[in-house]
């Protein structure tokens, strides 16, 4: 069996299982935010009743993250909502904006947190919650009624998804980051190309990457169509985990003869800096080949976009060069923030390279504008801004305005572009 | 169901239709199990395709005129969010057809029994115009253009028909005494 069926077998109480399977699995965790939690709160209370409990207060995790910083009264409703769930069922994991437990976008929050443990079957409101099988768990998005059906079992009836292996070898070159690898893969097997599938990452190349580059692959395995993106947790994910968390767990991994339904193999040191075009991920393209793409904006921030090693990356090429477009910067989490002050480069803060490269102030933590959102949310596009993004979607209108065209690409090549103000091979500046 | 046949406007779209075109995400700060914001949201559906589309709700109307959607391959797309299949839905849509959905959006629209999410083998986008009348057998599961006549299969939805049939996964449950 592959890593993700053993941990689908085990959550089903089954010896084994095979692609296809309908099964029902307990779920370790739950995940929630606001904008889908007041939803998956109503459908929890409506079939359950009105004085339901969950299934279990320590495995709900509730992270407000979307819409934080606005005016927007339906979203400060939603926050209070939530607040008032959480009361009621004495929920301990609530990340409240109003106060010091606010944390910032829950797929970086999440694992932060320790609620991310390897072999474990973890369930959110929001389809990048395929992040965390960054650290060996079986993770996926879903609906408010699914999660208002766990919320009351602990349960969900799924099929066990078929596995695509993606094998990458040799040594990456620093102008590579994980952004570059997963545009890559999407661009080759398409927008949809992994429609209900594992992808399972493998490989030299992926063993040498921290657990900040291998949550920006397995975030994106949804933009192929994928169920779960999941890498086997090695000593760096086990650290990272133990780091975080005292509570025990039980690793998984793929047996040397499991069946794969494809096998992808790629030398990462062929790789080139990339990005995807307006307006679907798979639309992959070398950035040398679109230095005549004039800029207005550079968005660095979200869940795969947001974290400090994509910070580091990014001082890395603004340290003593100046921005020549409106550079927004919104770190993930609090923890990512507290970073921005404390790490430096040659002596400098990342905080004071972003400032005297003329980035527009940092952001607090949020989803912000990777998603639009509220007419007053940060980097919100309103006109025809041409934008390249660290996030993970470009479709028409996502960060806000139909007419402002995205391009995704790693935090190096977000950059470079940022100070060249047009589509800029990071190479340029290392 | 009360009838046989689902007889009504088709409004056509093109491949992958994400779920920020069906609802954009600024919508997002309604919660759908309001039933004034799940009303709200029905007006809003689409409303995220480009201009060149005509609008699946008109302005100042409480539903569409359109009961059937035409899309493409890897239709909903992108977030997990359930306003998106229940945006289609409270906008009056009663079935997509579709080449291939996207994953989540198509356990969201069986689970929430807002519309049937029907698969074709071959596109329709090139025999449906917006505003052509279609009508769906839901026994035979065929779908036909109401001029030309023509009939094309739908690929059966088994027993995730009987679900969206109830009202959805919770309604489908207690149906069958599961809950």
């Known amino acids: 069996m592959t890593i993700t069926e053993k941990i ?23 995940l929630t935010h606001d904008i889908c939690g007041p939803g998956t709160i109503g459908v929890f209370q409506k079939e359950f009743g009105r004085d339901a409990k969950v299934w279990d207060r320590e495995r709900v995790v509730i992270i407000p993250d979307h819409f934080i910083f606005t005016n927007d009264k339906k979203a400060h409703r939603n926050v209070d909502t939530l607040r008032t769930f959480v009361r009621e069922q004495n929920l301990p994991y609530f990340y409240d904006p109003a106060d010091d437990s606010y944390r910032g976008v829950c797929h970086v929050a999440l694992p932060q947190e320790g609620h991310v443990r390897p072999g474990e079957v973890i369930f959110g409101t929001d389809s990048h919650t395929c992040t965390h099988g960054a650290l060996g768990a079986f993770s996926s998005g879903i609906g408010n009624t699914d999660a208002g059906f766990i919320m009351g079992t602990g349960k ?66 949804v933009e192929a169509g994928a169920k779960n993106g999941i890498i086997a947790p090695d000593q760096t994910a086990l650290d990272y985990v133990r ?49 005549d793409v004039k800029l207005d904006r550079a968005y660095i921030g979200s869940c795969t ?24 910067l919104v770190p993930a989490t609090r923890e990512v923030a507290t970073g921005l002050q404390s790490e430096k480069i040659q002596g400098q803060t990342l905080t004071d390279i972003f ?3 003329g980035c527009l102030d940092i952001a607090p933590p949020s989803c912000a504008a990777c998603l639009g959102g509220p007419e007053d949310t940060f980097g919100r596009t309103h006109g025809k801004e041409v934008v390249i993004s660290t996030t993970n979607r470009n479709f028409i209108g996502r960060m806000g305005s139909k007419l402002a065209p995205i391009y995704l690409a790693s935090p190096l090549t977000v950059a470079a572009s940022a100070v060249a103000g047009r589509i800029t091979d990071p190479r340029k500046f290392m | 169901m009360t009838s046989p046949i689902l007889r009504g ?66 239709f909903g797309c992108g977030s997990s969010r359930e306003h998106a299949p229940i945006a289609l839905g409270a906008a009056g849509i009663r079935a997509v057809v579709a080449e291939s959905y996207a994953r989540i959006f198509f356990r969201n629209a069986i689970a929430t029994g807002e519309f049937y999410p029907w698969e074709t ?31 094309f299969p739908l690929k059966p939805l088994g027993d995730a028909k009987a679900v969206v049939e109830a009202g959805g996964l919770f309604a489908h449950a207690r149906k069958m005494g599961m809950m």
């Not at chain 1, 959550?11 to 739950?30: E, F, R, S």
């Not at chain 1, 099929?159 to 070898?169: G, I, M, Q, S, Y």
């Not at chain 1, 080139?272 to 798979?282: F, L, R, T």
């Open chain 1, 8 to 30: 689908l077998a085990r959550a089903a109480g089954k010896t084994g299982v095979a692609p296809g399977d309908n099964i029902w699995v307990n779920v370790d965790v739950l």
């Open chain 1, 305 to 328: 976009g947001g974290k400090l090693a994509d910070f580091i990356a990014a001082a890395t090429i603004l340290r003593g060069r100046k921005v020549s477009i409106d550079t927004f």
């Open chain 2, 9 to 74: 406007k088709v409004y056509v779209v093109g491949d992958n239709i994400d779920t920020d075109q069906i609802i954009p995400a600024q919508h997002l700060n309604l919660v759908p199990t309001i039933p004034a914001e799940y009303k709200k949201l029905g007006t809003l559906a689409l409303s995220g395709l480009p201009a060149e589309y005509p609008p699946l709700v008109k302005k100042g109307a409480g539903i569409s005129e359109y009961v059937i959607i035409i899309g493409g391959r890897n």
């Open chain 1, 355 to 357: 400032k005297q490269a």
């Open chain 1, 243 to 291: 780091r975080r968390t005292a509570k025990p767990f039980q690793p998984e991994y793929s047996d040397p003869d499991a069946k794969a339904l494809h096998a992808y193999r790629y030398q990462v040191s062929e790789f080139v800096p990339c990005v995807a075009k307006p307006h679907a991920p798979d639309q992959y393209a070398p950035a040398a080949d679109l230095g």
């Open chain 1, 156 to 221: 969900l009836l799924i099929k066990v998804p078929h596995t695509l292996r993606f094998t990458l070898d040799g040594r990456r070159p620093d102008y590579i980051m994980g952004k570059d690898i997963i545009l890559r893969i999407i661009g080759d097997i398409g927008f949809e190309g992994a429609t209900y599938g594992a992808m399972e990452f493998r490989g030299a190349a992926i063993e040498a990457l921290p657990i900040e580059e291998r949550m920006t692959i397995c975030n994106m395995a």
């Open chain 2, 121 to 151: 083998e071959t596109s329709l986008r090139q025999v449906f115009n917006t505003g052509d009348m279609a009508e769906i057998q839901f026994d035979r599961e065929t779908i036909t253009h109401s001029d030309s006549r023509k009939e």
